[in-house]
């Protein structure tokens, strides 16, 4: 199995790439980074809009370098030691290269890719140790179209639950921000948002258990490649 996995994390410590998301008010994404010099600092770049990014937006983010603004982009740059307390090094000491890195609002979210669900919850294991606000936004089976046996099928969802889940998730109620509301979503499936909130409370609950083993209180989003 291979599955496509966003880890993210709402308290990532001193991360630069979300204190700078945060003060700016901005979605900061495609992170450059693991440049390696002599001295094994790892220098990494991001891009912020420029009108959203002058040096009173980003003030206080320590060791944060304004490099050049060119068109309508400010590039920002800072430098790291490779060190157990960041992010992206943890995932990558358990699970290999991240392929993502970006930023909402102070949340760090880092894609990934892994081989079965124990790799899953190893990271996730491995980060709250270190952070707190710790989930899975995301996990897609790469191999969903291939394979009749995917176990990630196996949930125990009725097909109410499934059809709930499925509908929500096609309108972006799961996105963020969301395509849709709950309101919106009920109205499609022609139910109350009582019965929504109903279904999809059983149904987040056992995919839940069954990616992450995880009790129902954690804030773990979970969002697969479903098929019809």
Same mark, same amino acid.
């Given at each position: 199995?291979?599955l496509a996995?966003?880890?993210a994390v709402?308290s =990532?410590?001193?991360?630069p790439?979300?204190?700078?998301s945060e003060r700016?008010g901005e979605?900061?994404?495609g992170v450059? $980074?693991a440049?390696?010099?002599g001295?094994?600092?790892?220098?990494e770049?991001?891009?912020? =809009?420029?009108?959203?990014?002058?040096e009173?937006s980003?003030?206080?983010?320590e060791?944060?370098?304004?490099?050049a603004?060119?068109?309508?982009?400010?590039?920002y740059?800072f430098?790291?030691d =490779?060190?157990?307390d960041?992010?992206?090094?943890?995932i990558?000491?358990v699970?290999?290269?991240?392929t993502?890195?970006?930023?909402e609002?102070?949340t760090?979210?880092?894609?990934?890719?892994?081989?079965?669900?124990?790799?899953?919850?190893?990271?996730v294991e491995r980060?709250r140790? =270190?952070?707190?606000g710790?989930?899975?936004?995301r996990?897609?089976n790469?191999?969903?179209?291939? $394979?009749?046996d995917?176990p990630?099928d196996d949930?125990?969802l009725?097909?109410r639950?499934?059809?709930?889940?499925?509908?929500?998730?096609?309108?972006?109620?799961?996105?963020?921000p969301k395509?849709?509301?709950?309101?919106?979503v009920?109205?499609?499936l022609?139910i109350?948002r009582?019965?929504?909130?109903e279904h999809?409370?059983?149904?987040t609950g056992?995919?839940?258990?069954?990616?992450?083993?995880v009790?129902s209180?954690?804030?773990?989003?979970?969002?697969?490649?479903?098929?019809?």
């Amino acid at each position: 199995m291979a599955l496509a996995v966003e880890f993210a994390v709402a308290s =990532p410590g001193s991360c630069p790439v979300a204190q700078a998301s945060e003060r700016a008010g901005e979605r900061v994404s495609g992170v450059s $980074r693991a440049s390696i010099r002599g001295d094994e600092s790892i220098t990494e770049e991001f891009r912020l =809009p420029a009108d959203a990014a002058g040096e009173s937006s980003v003030d206080g983010v320590e060791g944060l370098e304004s490099v050049a603004t060119t068109g309508s982009e400010t590039l920002y740059r800072f430098e790291r030691d =490779p060190v157990n307390d960041c992010v992206c090094e943890i995932i990558e000491q358990v699970v290999g290269p991240a392929t993502d890195v970006r930023a909402e609002d102070g949340t760090l979210v880092v894609t990934a890719h892994v081989e079965d669900l124990d790799a899953v919850r190893a990271v996730v294991e491995r980060l709250r140790e =270190p952070f707190d606000g710790v989930g899975v936004r995301r996990l897609t089976n790469l191999e969903a179209d291939d $394979r009749d046996d995917d176990p990630l099928d196996d949930d125990g969802l009725t097909d109410r639950q499934r059809e709930v889940v499925q509908t929500a998730y096609d309108m972006g109620y799961f996105e963020y921000p969301k395509g849709a509301n709950a309101g919106e979503v009920a109205d499609a499936l022609d139910i109350s948002r009582s019965t929504f909130a109903e279904h999809l409370a059983a149904a987040t609950g056992k995919l839940f258990g069954a990616v992450l083993a995880v009790d129902s209180g954690d804030a773990v989003t979970r969002t697969a490649r479903a098929r019809p």
